[in-house]
């Protein structure tokens, strides 16, 4: 588990911006100009409660910024359209592109990952491993007496296993 002191957290109605700078500041080490992993590829949002709301990652980030794959009917076409002009004119960048990359930045609690599962902190690795295949998640967030601990990933999970088929 990581401790939840490790996770930068955002409110509901930051910016995706400003989750993007806090979540970039967290997760990378800067080592000569080149960001190395250093910490989790994860932003909680929490209320002013510090109750956990969500989840923003790099996938739901990057996810938003695709309107064929992040929006409705009307941002898909929209899309498109762009993307059709963008190749009749053979321009690298136009500035529709760019205000329609511009407009689908949201607020933190648009983009979120709803919290699809949740662990208390004595729950053993099995518990772990069902709650992560049953949600289709990779990371559970851990409870203990009702606060918020910390996050148990996939990762986690598969480096405890290892330590335990190690042993044997």
């Known amino acids: 588990m990581i401790p939840l002191s490790k996770y930068a957290v955002v409110g509901p109605d930051a910016s995706l911006k ?8 967290s997760h990378c080490q800067l080592d000569k100009g080149i960001c190395t992993e250093a910490g989790p590829r994860t932003v909680l949002v929490v209320n002013q409660k510090n109750d956990l709301m969500g989840i923003l990652d790099f996938r739901a980030i990057l996810r938003v910024l695709i309107a064929e794959v992040a929006g409705g009917l009307t941002e898909k076409l929209r899309s498109l ?21 511009v407009a689908r930045v949201r ?24 709650l992560l ?26 480096l405890a296993v290892a330590e335990i088929l190690a042993e044997s």
């Open 18 to 25: 400003n989750a993007v700078t806090v979540l970039r500041k």
């Open 81 to 101: 359209q762009v993307s059709i002009v963008f190749a009749e004119r053979d321009i690298p960048e136009l500035d529709e592109a760019h205000a329609d990359f």
């Open 107 to 130: 607020m933190a609690k648009d983009v979120m990952l709803k919290v699809r599962g949740t662990i208390e902190a004595n729950a053993t690795l099995l518990d772990g491993l069902k």
């Open 133 to 158: 295949f049953k949600n289709k998640i990779n990371k559970l967030p851990v409870y203990d007496n009702g606060n918020l601990v910390g996050i148990v990933r996939d990762t986690d999970l598969f």
